[in-house]
C-alpha cells in the first residue's frame, strides 16, 4: 500500500464558499503552480515501510503560510473548553516560546478559527457563516420572545440575499445589515446618551469586506459602546437606519 504525499501550497486558490470574501490580508498560500516537494510511503505486508521524497520546493518556506499542528489545535481547543480565555492562551504560548516556528506566530484569529473547528460554546451554528448568522438571530430573537423583549439583542437585520423586511428602508437584496445592542448597552445610552454620542467606522479587519459601526457615548472613564452595527455599506442611508434604531431609547433624537 502506498501513501502520497504533496506540498499544500500547490495549487491555485478557489473559494469553496458562497458570498462575497476578500482574499486575506497575507493572501492565498497556494502559489498558482506544482510543488515538486512531495513525500511516498510503501507500507509491505511484512510490516516494513519504505519512504521516499523530494525536499525541493518551488516557493519560500514561510511560517505565516503554515498549518498550525493537529496537537497545538487539540490543546487549545482544550483550554477553550476549560474557560481559558484567548488573551492567556495567547500569553502561555508566547511565554514558552524556544524558537521560532508557526506556533510562536500564534494570533487571536487562529484561536477563533478553532473554536469554529471545534464548536466550542455553540458558535457556529452552520457551516455558511452567513446562515450561521442568521440562525443565531432567530436564535436570540425566539428566546427574548419567550422571555423579556428588552433582553433582545438583535435591534436590526438584514441578511444577504434576502428582500428588504417593511421595518428597513432603501436596502437592496445584495446588501447585508445587523444591528446588536445588549441590555447592559441600552441602560448606558439612556444614562449617558443626553452628553454626546459619537460613531466610530471600522473597515478591513476580518476576511468579510464589511464594515463595523460603533455608536459610543462618553461617561466619566471615557468613550463606552452601546450599539454595534455590522454591514457592507457606510452610507447616509445605514446611518439613518443605524440612528433610527436607537431613537426609542433617545426620544429627543432626531433625524
Not at 450561521?132 to 430573537?141: E, F, H, K, N, T
Not at 423586511?165 to 448597552?185: A, E, M
Amino acid at each position: 500500500m502506498c501513501y502520497y504525499y504533496y506540498c499544500n501550497r500547490t495549487g491555485t486558490y478557489s473559494s469553496r464558499r458562497e458570498g462575497k470574501r476578500k482574499l486575506k490580508i497575507l493572501g492565498t498560500l497556494k502559489i498558482g503552480m506544482h510543488c515538486t516537494a512531495f513525500i511516498r510511503a510503501k507500507k509491505y505486508t511484512s510490516g516494513e515501510v519504505v519512504v521516499e521524497g523530494c525536499n525541493h520546493h518551488t516557493h519560500e518556506a514561510e511560517l505565516d503560510h503554515l498549518h498550525l499542528l493537529d496537537s497545538i489545535r487539540a490543546t487549545i481547543a482544550a483550554k477553550l473548553s476549560d474557560g481559558v480565555t484567548i488573551s492567556n492562551i495567547l500569553d502561555s504560548v508566547r511565554d514558552n516560546v524556544e524558537s521560532i516556528n508557526r506556533t510562536a506566530l500564534l494570533c487571536c484569529q487562529d484561536v477563533h478559527n478553532i473554536k469554529h473547528q471545534y464548536n466550542i460554546e455553540g458558535i457556529k451554528h452552520h457551516e455558511n457563516d452567513h446562515m450561521s448568522v442568521s440562525l443565531w438571530v432567530d436564535s436570540s430573537r425566539s428566546e427574548a420572545a419567550t422571555d423579556d423583549d428588552s433582553d433582545n439583542p438583535i435591534l436590526i437585520f438584514e441578511q444577504l440575499g434576502h428582500e428588504q423586511s417593511n421595518d428597513i428602508d432603501d436596502i437592496g437584496k445584495n446588501d447585508f445589515l445587523i444591528g446588536i445592542q445588549t441590555c447592559l448597552q441600552r441602560k448606558i445610552l439612556k444614562k449617558f446618551g443626553p452628553a454626546a454620542i459619537c460613531i466610530d467606522s471600522t473597515h478591513g479587519t476580518i476576511v468579510y469586506d464589511v464594515y463595523l459601526i460603533t455608536i459610543l457615548i462618553l461617561d466619566d472613564l471615557g468613550g463606552v459602546p452601546v450599539k454595534w452595527i455590522v454591514s457592507n455599506r457606510e452610507d447616509s442611508v445605514i446611518l439613518c437606519q443605524v440612528l433610527s434604531t436607537i431613537k426609542e431609547t433617545l426620544v429627543y433624537l432626531s433625524l
